[in-house]
């Protein structure tokens, strides 16, 4: 590659650098969403969306497809369980910063049926040097609680994408 090549290179990189750390918070959410969503074969395999994302928040939906109903012809807790932790992973994600699940804890308040559409809703409650809590709330179309869930996560070596710093 020539001197001209290699510059022009450096100026690309220099450019996407700028524009990286002029990013808002927001901004840093959804481009962090969209590629962990463009690596993520679980969730779109189950059917689930982004519906929002934002710093330490992040709201995902799912139909129930035949196919997820237990023997007793209800939403199975698996899917449940991760329709939530997609919603956790997310939102603890937001911060460009490559976070995953230490533990996680779910509490069955009511099953999700047939075509009905869950959501779930992840909120960040702390989140002090390498460790977050989040909560995530699945609900039913009619707005009942299906599901209560807790994760803790631990943020891990490593971003998304290459910005100068990220934020704090």
């Known amino acids: 590659m020539g001197l001209k090549a290699?510059?022009?290179?450096?100026?690309?990189?220099?450019?996407?650098?700028?524009?990286?750390?002029?990013?808002?918070?927001?901004?840093?959410?959804?481009?962090c969403a969209e590629i962990m969503f463009s690596?993520?074969?679980?969730?779109?395999?189950l059917g689930m969306e982004i519906v929002e994302v934002g710093?330490?928040?992040?709201?995902?939906?799912?139909?129930?497809?035949?196919?997820?109903?237990?023997?007793?012809?209800?939403?199975?807790?698996g899917f449940t369980f991760t329709l939530a932790d997609s919603a956790f992973a997310f939102a603890c994600n937001t911060y460009n910063q490559n976070t995953v699940a230490q533990q996680n804890q779910i509490t069955?308040?009511?099953?999700?049926?047939?075509?009905?559409?869950?959501t779930a809703t992840a909120q960040e409650v702390s989140?002090?040097?390498r460790s977050g809590i989040y909560?995530?709330?699945?609900?039913?179309?009619?707005?009942?609680?299906?599901?209560?869930?807790?994760?803790?996560?631990?943020?891990?070596?490593g971003q998304h994408f290459a910005e100068e710093e990220t934020a704090p």
Do not use: W
């Not at 690309?12 to 524009?19: C, G």
């Open 6 to 31: 290699l510059q022009i290179n450096a100026n690309v990189r220099e450019i996407e650098t700028r524009k990286t750390a002029c990013m808002t918070p927001q901004e840093r959410a959804r481009k």
């Open 55 to 77: 710093p330490g928040t992040a709201t995902l939906t799912m139909r129930v497809r035949p196919d997820m109903l237990n023997g007793h012809e209800i939403c199975h807790g």
């Open 135 to 157: 909560d995530v709330t699945v609900t039913g179309e009619d707005g009942r609680q299906v599901a209560l869930f807790r994760g803790l996560s631990r943020t891990v070596k």
């Open 39 to 45: 690596n993520d074969v679980a969730s779109p395999g």
């Open 108 to 118: 069955y308040l009511s099953p999700g049926q047939l075509d009905e559409i869950l």
């Open 127 to 129: 989140r002090t040097g």
